[in-house]
């Protein structure tokens, strides 16, 4: 399966995402600047991915550091993330795995900066790994949801190339199709950067998972035909009461399954929760560039520079609307605020 | 005003849709085949102006004809009708023109063939003219279902570039305008095809009314942030029900109002009701090819050959999600089945 990050010895090859599907092209990335770069670019996108190209783009950047005391580092360290957690504001992922690479050096007693350098390293490479083993588990947990011949909706892209490993949403749907059954996966394209067309369908075709693509606008009547039995979606941000913030498009994509009593669930590890968050509305939601609407990649003008766009990165999806969400612990169920904080306290 | 269609003496000025927003340039059409290709390659689109076109097309098409009798002429007209009508599946208008237009014919008791193609270019012009003077009645009936300061969602394109005049949901919108009501349009994108971005927010920002574009995704987070306080979208095809057959996306947007308890209103003159039908179930569905979604507006590839698509033109929103159809002759409302055939009696 395609790997979105690859940690080489002393830095990362990260495949350009931007360029999918013509090109598959890998940078070296060797600094915390160009970690910034690709985030911020959406070069690496999807919750997870962003959280290890942030954990790995940290030990670049303090690797280079020429502090000599702990102290000294310790600072640096505290600015860097600071200045890594600015790339995108909605996937707390990021926020979560810089938090656990300086939990790892402030719980390292050692004043030796070149063990702290070295303990960001392991640090990173374990997120990198656990990320792997939580997408086989949320895999194996939610396969059993999927029913034979099912049809399967997804929005955007949860699969190899937002994780460390085989995805979470995708991730089911992979467990599923290995389970031999025979499911047909739809795509929505997930406009505006089509991460849906450009990502989704094109890792599932290489998987040799049936896939469909479609528009985001034709998701309703694939459901009124009947061709839908399930939604599965990832996520940016889960707030405690069980409110999704998640790409763009997947509000519509639930209202139009609860019309239609369509069950839809979300796939994500419980790092994606924030229990600081009481609710939805708190979740910061990323509005982007216009020219992302007007100006597809740069290569098709759709619209002139003088057309307001409204352009947020995600929507909130409310808890009633989902039917449960698939975590590396098991799948929690309604009712969300009291079974979310029982999977996290257990978790801990 | 911007006109799509524009009969010169002894030609039609057709403007190229395809190329909005970047360049407008007019075609000139001088024969039923180039009228043929312009419709099935969406150079006019829009039903009404899908009429329009067919008929000048026709009597393009027939005022070649070598024809020296009546039964010569008719013969020839039925085969150039069935020709015409073969150019798209979905929008009825086109089929009405059509029918329209032999009726000119059949009911004049000439046996002058010269006299035979006259009346086909006046009918044509009068359908043309007429349709100019119901999208003004459409838009005089539904302007006072605009509230002052509401913000409004439309997706594709039913305006001036779809019609003869200002347009179906369009009119409503202008009519609503030159009212001083402070109204906000909010226009989605409408892929494939992108007729929101390419040609609604082109034409609303032309004519000066204030509009957004979004992506069809976003339509939901819209009405979540209460920023819509009403959807109004035009027509192709609506059954004796009040089924309503349009491009695809309105049903999307039909169940995300519903759920938000937003107005949902379609704008079509009576031409656009199939009385024929008893349910949309009937309504021939349009399904085009897959690089439409594959190669974003022809120029950006967004799916390899290898993915599948699946790419209707339309959708089908039933009776249910529908607030009202505003006609020439006014608002219909529930119950449909009932109203719409007093309606359709009372016009005849």
Request: aromatic share 6%.
């Amino acid at each position: 399966m395609i790997e979105a990050v690859i940690w080489k010895n002393d830095h990362l090859d990260l495949l350009d995402q931007t360029l999918l599907p013509e090109q598959t092209i890998y940078l070296v990335l060797t600094t915390s600047e160009q970690s910034f770069e690709a985030i911020r670019n959406l070069r690496v996108r999807g919750a997870p991915a962003i959280g290890i190209t942030a954990a790995y783009g940290l030990f670049l950047g303090m690797n280079h550091s020429m502090a000599s005391t702990r102290e000294e580092f310790l600072a640096e360290l505290d600015q860097m993330i600071e200045y890594l957690s600015s790339a995108r504001p909605t996937a707390v992922n990021l926020f979560w795995a810089l938090d656990e690479m300086k939990k790892s050096v402030t719980a390292m007693g050692s004043t030796d900066v070149d063990t702290l350098k070295s303990v960001l390293l392991v640090r990173a490479k374990a997120i990198h790994k656990d990320d792997r083993q939580r997408c086989q588990d949320i895999g194996d947990h939610g396969k059993s949801l999927v029913p034979n011949s099912a049809g399967i909706l997804t929005h955007c892209n949860a699969g190899a190339l937002a994780t460390g490993g085989i995805g979470t949403a995708l991730g089911v749907i992979y467990k599923a199709h290995s389970e031999n059954k025979d499911i047909m996966v739809y795509a929505d394209e997930t406009r505006p950067i089509l991460q849906g067309a450009r990502l989704t369908a094109w890792e599932l075709n290489q998987a040799g998972v049936p896939v469909e693509l479609i528009c985001d606008s034709m998701s309703g009547t694939l459901m009124q035909q009947k061709k839908i039995d399930l939604v599965i979606v990832g996520a940016d941000r889960i707030a405690a009461d069980g409110s999704v913030a998640n790409k763009i498009g997947t509000y519509n994509v639930a209202v139009l399954a609860a019309h239609h009593n369509i069950p839809f669930y979300v796939a994500a590890p419980l790092s994606t929760f924030d229990m600081n968050l009481d609710s939805g509305d708190s979740i910061p939601i990323e509005i982007r560039d216009s020219d992302e609407i007007r100006n597809f990649a740069g290569k098709a003008i759709i619209a002139l520079p003088e057309i307001d766009c409204w352009n947020p990165a995600f929507d909130v999806t409310p808890p009633e609307l989902i039917t449960g969400i698939i975590t590396e612990k098991g799948v929690i169920k309604p009712p969300y605020k009291q079974n979310i904080r029982l999977k996290m306290e257990s978790a801990n």
